[in-house]
C-alpha cells in the first residue's frame, strides 16, 4: 500500500517568514495530494490539493509543488501570520488506479508554530 | 448546512463494552469513511462507504463494524472496546470518492479503560 512520509515534525518560523513543508509518497499510481491544517480540538480542514496532472498550484499565500518523478510535494506558506500556527498533514490517494482502499493515506502531520 | 456531524464528542468506556459512533452529513454526498487518530501517527483510515449499502475496509478495520443504510448516516460500531481502540475518530465526508475534498467532522475522543 500506500506509504506517506512528511518532515519536519515541528517547524518554528518568524511571523512574516516563509515556511515549507515536504512530503513523500511511495505509490507511482497516487493521482491526488490534497494538504488539510487541523487546530487543536477540531477536524481537518482541506486548505489546498493538488492533482497529478498539475505540477503547481497557488491560492493567495499558500502554494503547492508536485514532482511526479521524484514522488515528492510540497507546501509553501508565505508571509506567515500567527493564526497560520496549527498542525498540516500532507496526503495522498490512488483511487482510479485499480488497487487498494478508497481512502486517503497521511503523512504524520508536521506542528507549525509561528513566533510572534 | 451543518456539515459533518459527530456525536457524542467525548466517551469512556470499560473494556468489553460496545458502543456506536454516530455520524451525519447533509450535503448529500455519496462517499463517507472513518479515520482514527493517535499520537504522532497522523490520521488511518477504518471503513468507508461509496454510497447507501456499499461498505468497504480501510487500513486498520479490525474490531470494528460499520453501515450505511442511508446517504446521510454512517456509524461506526465497537462491537467490544479495548484498550487498543483509545484515540480521536473522525468522519469524513465527499461528492464520490477519497480524490475529492474530503469535510471532516470535529471528532469524537474516545477512553477505554
Known amino acids: 500500500g500506500e506509504n506517506v512520509e512528511q518532515h519536519p515534525s515541528t517547524l518554528s518560523v518568524q511571523e512574516g517568514d516563509s515556511a515549507v513543508i515536504k512530503c513523500t509518497y511511495s505509490?507511482?499510481?497516487?493521482?491526488?495530494f490534497p494538504w488539510y491544517k487541523q487546530e487543536l480540538g477540531k477536524g481537518p480542514q482541506l486548505i489546498i490539493d493538488?492533482?497529478?496532472?498539475?505540477g503547481e498550484k497557488k491560492d493567495q499565500r499558500i502554494a503547492v509543488t508536485l514532482n511526479k518523478t521524484a514522488k515528492h510535494f510540497s507546501l509553501h506558506i508565505t508571509e506567515t501570520q500567527p493564526e497560520d500556527s496549527a498542525v498540516y498533514f500532507c496526503?495522498?490517494?490512488?483511487?482510479?488506479?485499480?488497487?487498494?482502499?478508497?481512502?486517503?493515506?497521511f503523512g504524520k502531520g508536521t506542528h507549525l508554530i509561528i513566533q510572534p | 448546512n451543518a456539515g459533518v456531524t459527530q456525536t457524542p464528542k467525548f466517551q469512556v468506556l470499560k473494556t468489553g463494552q460496545s458502543m456506536t459512533l454516530q455520524c451525519a452529513q447533509d450535503?448529500?454526498?455519496?462517499?463517507m469513511s472513518w479515520y482514527r487518530q493517535d499520537p504522532g501517527m497522523g490520521l488511518r483510515l477504518i471503513h468507508y462507504?461509496?454510497?447507501?449499502?456499499?461498505?468497504d475496509q480501510g487500513e486498520v478495520p479490525n474490531g470494528y463494524n460499520v453501515s450505511r443504510s442511508t446517504t446521510e448516516d454512517f456509524p461506526l460500531r465497537l462491537l467490544s472496546a479495548a484498550p487498543s481502540q483509545t484515540s480521536v475518530y473522525f468522519c469524513?465526508?465527499?461528492?464520490?470518492?477519497?480524490?475529492?475534498?474530503?469535510?471532516f467532522g470535529d471528532g469524537t475522543r474516545l477512553s477505554i479503560l
Open positions: 469524513a465526508s465527499s461528492m464520490t470518492y477519497s480524490n475529492q475534498p474530503q469535510h
Open positions: 462507504s461509496v454510497g447507501a449499502g456499499i461498505t
Open positions: 493538488i492533482r497529478s496532472n498539475v
Open positions: 450535503m448529500n454526498h455519496e462517499y
Open positions: 496526503a495522498a490517494s490512488n483511487v482510479g488506479s485499480g488497487g487498494g482502499a478508497d481512502g486517503l493515506t
Open positions: 505509490d507511482s499510481a497516487s493521482n491526488y
